[in-house]
């Protein structure tokens, strides 16, 4: 079976510039950042998107690991945004449930 992109980055047959790992989750530098600061963080299971989480502790891991992501790169005061697309209207690009942090400058709101 053919491994997604994420996967590949996950099992570190494509590499990528990490930032945190534990047993259950890769973030890694953006190769297309959209700020100073932009990692994109994934459970290291494969989940398709949002939509095929099945155990909801995926989200605990992931925002403990953005938590530490976060306080690592001194984002914790000035702010930050965390971004997480769904299929095609929310424009994901990639179907491996993975959530984007991004910082370093002032985010609008409505996003485009
Ligand atoms: P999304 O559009 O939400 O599916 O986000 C996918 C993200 O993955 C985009 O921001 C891409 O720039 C990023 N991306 C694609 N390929 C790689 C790669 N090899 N290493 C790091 N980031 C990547
Ligand atoms: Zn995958």
């Given at each position: 079976?053919?491994?997604?992109l994420?996967?590949?980055?996950?099992n570190?047959?494509?590499?990528?510039r990490?930032?945190?790992?534990?047993?259950?989750?890769?973030?890694?530098?953006?190769i297309?950042?959209?700020?100073?600061?932009?990692?994109v963080?994934?459970?290291?299971?494969?989940?398709?998107?949002?939509?095929?989480?099945?155990?909801?502790?995926?989200?605990?891991?992931?925002?403990?690991?953005?938590?530490?992501?976060t306080?690592?790169?001194?984002?914790?005061?000035?702010?930050?945004?965390?971004?997480?697309?769904?299929?095609?209207?929310?424009?994901?690009?990639?179907?491996?449930?993975?959530?984007?942090?991004?910082?370093g400058?002032?985010?609008?709101?409505?996003?485009?």
């Amino acid at each position: 079976m053919s491994l997604c992109l994420f996967c590949k980055i996950a099992n570190k047959e494509i590499v990528s510039r990490v930032v945190y790992e534990d047993d259950k989750i890769l973030a890694f530098e953006d190769i297309n950042p959209q700020a100073p600061f932009h990692v994109v963080v994934i459970p290291k299971q494969h989940i398709a998107t949002l939509n095929d989480v099945r155990n909801e502790s995926v989200y605990s891991d992931v925002f403990k690991a953005i938590g530490q992501i976060t306080k690592n790169a001194n984002l914790q005061e000035r702010g930050y945004r965390v971004v997480a697309n769904c299929n095609g209207d929310g424009g994901q690009t990639v179907f491996h449930l993975h959530f984007h942090v991004l910082g370093g400058r002032a985010f609008r709101w409505p996003p485009g």
